[in-house]
T-cell receptor, first 112, second 113 residues
Framework: DQQVKQNSPSLSVQEGRISILNCDYTNSMFDYFLWYKKYPAEGPTFLISISSIKDKNEDGRFTVFLNKSAKHLSLHIVPSQPGDSAVYFCAASEGNTDKLIFGTGTRLQVFP | GAGVSQTPSNKVTEKGKYVELRCDPISGHTALYWYRQSLGQGPEFLIYFQGTGAADDSGLPNDRFFAVRPEGSVSTLKIQRTERGDSAVYLC???????????FGQGTRLTVV
């Protein structure tokens, strides 16, 4: 039972263009969402988060959008840079619980 | 240290053996988490400590897995009678309190042969 789904295992984008990574969830009790970035042989690194009371959060080149009615969130990276090439994980948590439920990840490749 | 430190970085063990994986969290972080990541999957929650106590161990797959954090800092994940299916990267994370911005270590890659 995959509560957080990232249906695109990979994405390839040209440098300077926008990267859009998508994430769907099934548990309507999730109220906090995060994106993590992972390079090979390293642990995931926190990127950006959003609370369910918001529909958008922006931090520099990174923006996360939340559509609660569709149970969908997306991460936009603009402009994309080669250093953004990594695996991106979407994660969610519920109420007072502290565990994160992760998606399976999307491998982003930004080419020159 | 500056970040979450996990040792060893790699561990190869024979089926049936006992292993211990260590996590040194960021100094001052009271919350500590263990996750497991299998190939092609996202991290899967195992256990969460708040201070010295396991506040949520609902992710431990069975009673072969056990974790401790006796002084509220370093944590050890213990796996008894290892099986080949235990092979994965075991990730530790810590956070300042109960906020969900957790900082991950680089993981321990466990291979059971």
């Amino acid at each position: 039972d995959q509560q957080v789904k990232q249906n695109s295992p990979s994405l390839s984008v040209q440098e300077g263009r926008i990267s859009i990574l998508n994430c769907d969830y099934t548990n309507s009790m999730f109220d906090y969402f995060l994106w993590y970035k992972k390079y090979p042989a390293e642990g995931p690194t926190f990127l950006i988060s959003i609370s369910s009371i918001k529909d958008k959060n922006e931090d520099g080149r990174f923006t996360v959008f939340l559509n609660k009615s569709a149970k969908h969130l997306s991460l936009h990276i603009v402009p994309s840079q080669p250093g953004d090439s990594a695996v991106y994980f979407c994660a969610a948590s519920e109420g007072n619980t502290d565990k994160l439920i992760f998606g399976t990840g999307t491998r982003l490749q930004v080419f020159p | 240290g500056a970040g979450v430190s996990q040792t060893p970085s790699n561990k190869v063990t024979e089926k049936g053996k006992y292993v211990e994986l260590r996590c040194d969290p960021i100094s001052g972080h009271t919350a500590l988490y263990w996750y497991r990541q299998s190939l092609g999957q996202g991290p899967e929650f195992l256990i969460y400590f708040q201070g010295t106590g396991a506040a949520d161990d609902s992710g431990l797959p069975n009673d072969r897995f056990f974790a401790v954090r006796p002084e509220g800092s370093v944590s050890t994940l213990k796996i008894q009678r290892t099986e080949r299916g235990d092979s994965a990267v075991y990730l530790c994370a810590s956070s300042r309190q109960r906020d969900t911005e957790a900082f991950f270590g680089q993981g321990t890659r466990l291979t059971v042969v």
